[in-house]
């Protein structure tokens, strides 16, 4: 059965720019959760998406944002990218967000 | 405020030396504790969730535990290939996966 996917892997923007990250969740999995980690604040939750419907959020400014399509594919989108939004970007998906959470490889961005 | 305490922040063991890491919560409704592996440029890897206070669980040389107030991760005669950062995180109940993760303990186990 294939893992999380996500896309793409590495990234590197200049300030001012927006960028777009991908998500496919693990067959079957409805519920899709997207994480920041940096060496300073470790992980942090931005949001989680079940049936196209953002459930829950954590505290990030709105220039992040996402949104989840029907096959249950997710998208983040940063605008007017700041250097402190460099992270890991990670994203997790579960059967309906009250089961584990199976993380994917990350996309790295960098913004230069 | 709900936090999630790890430590500690490093260690360093020798192979065949068994050791324990800490995660302490304060977490009001806590719905589970979860333990994850995560190797340079990866992603965590799951290894462990605990619901219940006095609940363990067993994976090769690690064990789980899970107590009101902490979690342990035990890890008996460690190999090199354990080397890891072992990442903790709590679940709030009705949180849909909404998890918050400790800072981490990064292992580094030498032959």
């Known amino acids: 059965k294939a893992g999380v996917t996500q896309t793409p892997r590495y990234l590197i923007k200049t300030r001012g720019q927006q960028v777009t990250l991908s998500c496919s969740p693990i067959s079957g999995h409805r519920s899709v959760s997207w994480y920041q980690q940096t060496p300073g604040q470790g992980l942090q939750f931005l949001f989680e998406y079940f049936s196209e419907t953002q459930r829950n959020k954590g505290n990030f400014p709105g220039r992040v944002s996402g949104r989840q399509f029907s096959n249950s594919r997710s998208e983040m989108n940063v605008s007017t990218l700041e250097l402190g939004d460099s992270a890991l970007y990670l994203c997790?998906?579960?059967?309906?967000?009250?089961?584990?959470?199976?993380f994917g490889p990350g996309t790295r961005l960098l913004v230069l | 405020e709900d936090q999630v305490t790890q430590s500690p922040e490093a260690l360093r063991l020798q192979e065949g030396e068994s050791s324990s890491l800490n995660c302490s919560y304060t977490v009001s409704g806590l719905r589970g504790l979860f333990w994850y592996r995560q190797d340079p440029g990866k992603g965590p890897e799951f290894l462990f969730t605990?619901?219940?206070a006095g609940e363990e669980k067993e994976k090769e040389r690690l064990k789980a535990t899970l107590t009101k107030k902490e979690s342990f991760l035990h890890i008996t005669a460690p190999k090199p290939e354990d080397s890891a950062t072992y990442l903790c995180a709590g679940e709030l109940s009705g949180g849909y996966n909404k998890l918050i993760f400790g800072a981490g303990t990064r292992l580094a186990v030498h032959p």
């Open positions: 997790a998906s579960s059967f309906s967000g009250k089961e584990t959470q199976y």
């Open positions: 605990l619901y219940s």
